[in-house]
């Protein structure tokens, strides 16, 4: 079965503070995508990421970075000198290679970050 | 606007009633899907569309939940006799072909069950 972890129910950081947000999954899928969203009070998710199973390369945007770690199911995600506009709840995703848009959600992470 | 629309935004019912949320995807996005949201908790996957078709009904919970497109764009999720159990954040999002996961929310349907 597919299942994704995210252990960190919240998180409250002061601004200008480095906070990674940690995910892990499990899945018996050799192809899959991993993704993070963001949940602003609003509501509405947006996207932020995507990373396939064959693409272990961390990647860096401005101030988000991600690290993908086959070895330990792991696609943490890392916010460096977060601002107060963070502020939301984080939910890691998984989806199979047959629906790919059939998305395994966490149950997410609130951060919050204070002045 | 440009993004997806979903109404009613709010819906408090009785148990028992029937209700319909409403889905207007981004133009030109043949998928689309169905999840439902518990408070604090994770979307939770309940169908997929790929053109008028449902693609992937295995997240329905049960027969009393119902999604039709008839036309490829716009759908519209049906619940009939209404448990208190269902209520949570309906959200739906649409997404281009190919582009896998990249999914475009909605701001979600909010039902209340009474």
């Known amino acids: 079965a597919q299942k994704v972890t995210q252990a960190q129910t919240e998180i409250s950081v002061v601004e200008k503070e480095d906070v990674t947000l940690d995910c892990v999954y499990e899945t018996r899928d050799t192809t899959y995508y991993l993704f993070w969203y963001k949940q602003p009070p609003s509501g509405e998710l947006v996207f932020l990421i995507r990373r396939n199973s064959f693409d272990e390369q961390n990647e860096i945007s401005g101030r988000y970075s991600w690290n993908f770690q086959k070895s330990t199911s792991s696609f943490n995600f890392t916010i460096t000198a977060s601002q107060v506009v963070d502020s939301a709840v984080y939910f890691c995703a998984l989806t199979g290679s047959g629906n790919t848009g059939k998305l395994i959600f966490g149950q997410g992470t609130t951060l919050q970050v204070k002045p | 606007g440009a993004g997806v629309s979903q109404t009613p935004s709010n819906k408090v019912t009785e148990k028992g009633k029937y209700v319909e949320l409403r889905c207007d995807p981004i133009s030109g996005h043949t998928a689309l899907y169905w999840y439902r949201q518990s408070l604090g908790q994770g979307p939770e996957f309940l169908i997929y569309f790929q053109g008028t078709g449902a693609a992937d009904d295995s997240g329905l919970p049960n027969d009393r939940f119902f999604a039709v497109r008839p036309e490829g764009s716009v759908s519209t999720l049906k619940i009939q006799r209404t448990e208190r159990g269902d209520s949570a954040v309906y959200l739906c999002?649409?997404?281009?072909?190919?582009?896998?996961?990249?999914?475009?929310f909605g701001e979600g349907s909010r039902l209340t069950v009474l």
């Open positions: 999002a649409s997404s281009l072909p190919g582009v896998a996961g990249e999914l475009f």
